[in-house]
């Protein structure tokens, strides 16, 4: 299956796929940027676990993802579309202008990265600048991440934060991730140090208000 995008080629209406879990701001958006005379917002999704079929079904030219989405981040997905769509851009949009979710979306092969508090027109004036090959990244968040630097968690000691942020028990955790219970111990207690707090929850809100989770 060819990764070209229809728009890109043709010079046409830009296609968009916009997956936004909060009702009221997808139809906001979806409306907004339809009122725009070279964009049309070809997909409404609410779910992350959806976001890649509904791109292969549709092609579109843009997936405009939130990040923090029922079933799947919209980070895991726009690695998946880099791999099985590559001629779809992806533009991240999200409330959590965090650094390390900058760094992650990158990582991921996002072509941009704004936070939600923007005009509309910046927004497709943004959508117009990556399908042009430009990357488009919040000056703020753009800053922030280069003076915070890489997250200090390894892989293993986030798989452990994200099992222990329900307030599991060391043994629950353990079941989760198949690992021993002194061996969560000790990722617990390395995150915890790393990230300077006290214990296991404050650990897990420190590390997503970082976003290395």
């Not at 296609?15 to 909060?22: F, G, S, Y």
């Amino acid at each position: 299956m060819s990764g070209a995008a229809p728009g890109a080629r043709s010079g046409g209406v830009i296609r968009v796929l916009l997956a936004e879990d909060q009702g009221m701001m997808r139809g906001a958006l979806a409306l907004l940027l339809g009122l725009e005379d070279d964009i049309e917002v070809v997909a409404q999704i609410a779910a992350g676990d959806r976001i890649v079929d509904e791109a292969l079904a549709v092609r579109p030219d843009i997936a405009l993802l939130d990040i923090e989405l029922p079933g799947r981040s919209g980070l895991d997905a726009a690695a998946e579309l880099r791999d099985r769509l590559p001629g779809c851009r992806v533009l991240i949009l999200t409330t959590f202008g965090r650094p390390g979710y900058l760094r992650r979306a990158m990582e991921a092969g996002a072509a941009g990265f704004l936070v939600k508090d923007g005009p509309v027109e910046e927004l497709a004036d943004a959508m117009r600048k990556v399908l042009r090959g430009e990357r488009v990244i919040d000056p703020a968040l753009a800053a922030a991440a280069l003076s915070a630097g890489p997250s200090p968690l390894t892989a293993r000691e986030q798989d452990v934060l994200n099992a222990a942020a329900d307030g599991a028990t060391v043994a629950d955790i353990a079941a989760r991730v198949f690992l021993s219970e002194s061996t969560v111990r000790n990722y617990l207690s390395a995150a915890i140090g790393k990230t300077g707090t006290r214990n296991r929850m404050e650990a897990v809100r420190a590390a997503r208000q970082n976003g290395w989770l």
